[in-house]
Each structure stands twice: as C-alpha cells, then as structure tokens.
C-alpha cells in the first residue's frame, strides 16, 4: 500500500476502518527479519480503528459523541476505545509480531502515557474491561451506549473475552516506545522564545485540565495578580500554560475547549490594562471549528456589548466559536500537522 489514507477525526468513518485494514494485511506479511517503524500522534484513536466483532462503525460514533460530550477526559474516553478495538490497547503490537517494532509518538496527552495516546496500539495496557464500565456509569450514559457496546464490555468483565494485553505480556519485549515530540517539550520552546522577545516568562504548568469555563477565570486571576502585584513576574509577563481541559455540552452551538476558556475569562479580564489571553490547539483545530482558539483583552467585554454580545449567554449555549467570530478574535492557524495538546498564553504589557 502506498500514499496517505485521510479518515475522520474525533468521529471516526469507515475511511478510518479501509486504512486499518490496508495496515493490518501489511503486519500479516512481516517476520522477525523486518523491522517495523510506527509513528504515532493523538488524534490516532479516530484515526486508525478495527471494531471488534459485534459493534458496527455507527455504534462507535455514537459512543464517541456522547463521550465528547459529557465531559469525559481523553483517558477515560481511550479506556472504551481500547476496549471495543482490535488495534487499540497494544494489539497492534501483537498484529506485529515476530517483528520488532519501534514507535516514535507526538504525545497529545497530559503526563505523556504510552499507553493513552491514540489509545496505545503499541503499548501495554493497564485499564481493564471493569474500568470501561465505570466510566459509562461514572458519566451517567450507560443507558444511551448502544447494547451491543454494553454487551461486548460486560463478555470481557466475565472473562469470556481476552482482556488487551497487559506490561507482563513477552510481545512487548520487542517493542521500543519513544516520544519524539509533547506538550512539555512545546511549553518549554515557547518559555524560550518568550524571553528571547524580552519577556519576563514563567511556566505555570503543563497539568491544565478540568472544565473549560472553570479554567478560565483561573488564568485571568493569574493576569490581575501580575497587575497588581508584579507576581509571579512583573511587566512586561508572559505567563504559559499547558495541558487540556474539557467540555460538558449543555447548549447547542459550536466552539471548543480553547474558545470556551478563553470566553469564560472575558468577564473577568474586563477593564484590566495592556493585558491579552490567547488560548489554542497545537493541531490549528479546536473542537469542531475551524480555530486554534481565541484571543481576549481588556476590552473584549466592552467591544462585545458595543455588538449586542453577551458572554454569559454564548457561554450557556457553548457557542464560543460564534462568539468570537463576531469579535474577529478567533485564532486561526489552519491545520500544523502536529497535536501535543494546548496551550495557554498570559501576557502583561510594559505600561
């Protein structure tokens, strides 16, 4: 097989089920004398899937929707897809096999899990079925998910189905997993680059997660105490986060985790002089939009009123992305080709 096959992401297609497939057919003629080379990113959940026996494409659809949705995390949503996948959970390093295989992985998940990032196919994994179940419990959607999926996780609870292999498994002996490329690694760069522009820098975290709109009053804290205090660095500041959060949908528009953050501090960062937020996907795609994420002042507040805008109600509808395309304050990158998650960008202005 040659060329790019291009598939659906988060929402995986059946593009996703042809170049799985196509991959597959190519591990059945390997042998121990070939050595197999894997690169990875996030975004391979969707990307590159196998459903298992029983549990069709628009089964999985649904499942991931309603997971986007509720608020699960990306650990939490990699539990199910591990589970309900015939490449995920370091099945594929067992499709390899005798190969030896190296994977060399753009981490897009908080604390660079191998066993996480785009669900682990080449690495050993720690979750079980049982875990699978709680998550749908825990997100009160077990009666949504569709039976066939229930049924399946409840046959591996049982033990009538093989658990995804686990770190004592001996086909890991021949895999090597190295992340080339995370959201450490770009918080640092952009550290770098923001003394180099003169500014006084400090990394906050790369642990940013929880509820979008709950970070976000969070950051512009942040910015007010530079204000008043000089704190954590004086102006001229650049303050950087890193990480992901999440969303709970509620309302029926469109944004992303990036926009709604970055709407949830524009109350907050309203009047504050000579002060900007920038919130962005790593990947140029924040949520369903075309946006990295937006960008908020001081006078984001006051520019949205002069436009009949109130933020609190694009915010109870998720419509962040309307919301700032109102403004002509989105972020738009257009796709990097890299996703090692998000940043957040706090600046504090020489006076």
Request: with cysteine; aromatic share 4%; net charge negative.
């Amino acid at each position: 097989m040659h060329g790019i096959i291009e598939a659906g992401h988060p929402i995986p297609d059946e593009r996703g089920i042809l170049g799985t497939k196509h991959l597959i057919e190519l591990l059945a003629t390997s042998d121990h004398q070939d050595l197999i080379i894997c690169l990875i990113s996030g975004g391979g959940s969707a990307l590159m899937l196998d459903p298992v026996a029983g549990v069709s494409l628009v089964e999985l659809q649904k499942l991931t929707e309603l997971l986007l949705s509720c608020g699960a995390d990306i650990y939490e949503i990699n539990t199910l897809r591990k589970h309900l996948d015939r490449v995920k959970g370091g099945r594929l390093a067992e499709l390899a096999a005798p190969s030896p295989l190296i994977s060399l992985i753009l981490s897009d998940v908080i604390g660079d899990p191998l066993e996480a990032i785009a669900s682990g196919p080449t690495a050993p994994d720690p979750t079980t079925y049982s875990e699978a179940f709680s998550i749908l419990k825990r997100y009160r959607i077990l009666d949504l998910v569709p039976e066939s999926i229930t049924k399946h996780i409840q046959l591996g609870i049982q033990g009538d189905i093989a658990d995804t292999p686990k770190p004592d498994n001996p086909v890991f002996s021949r895999i090597q997993n190295t992340i080339i490329g995370s959201n450490i690694l770009a918080v640092k760069a952009a550290a770098q680059q923001g003394r180099a522009e003169g500014f006084n820098t400090q990394i906050q975290t790369t642990n940013l997660r929880g509820e979008a709109r709950q970070a976000g009053p969070v950051l512009a804290d942040a910015l007010w105490q530079i204000v008043e205090s000089g704190e954590p660095v004086p102006r001229p500041a650049c303050l950087i986060w890193g990480g992901e959060t999440t969303v709970t949908i509620h309302g029926e528009g469109i944004g992303g985790r990036n926009q709604e953050l970055a709407l949830s501090a524009v109350e907050k960062l309203a009047g504050l002089p000579e002060v900007t937020l920038i919130t962005l996907a790593t990947d140029g795609g924040d949520g369903p939009t075309e946006a990295a994420g937006a960008i908020v002042t001081g006078d984001t507040l006051k520019q949205a009123h002069k436009l009949g805008l109130d933020p609190n109600e694009y915010l109870a509808q998720n419509n962040s992305f309307q919301f700032f395309k109102r403004l002509g304050d989105l972020v738009v990158t257009g796709p990097t080709m890299t996703n090692v998650n998000d940043l957040a960008f706090a600046f504090a202005f020489q006076i």
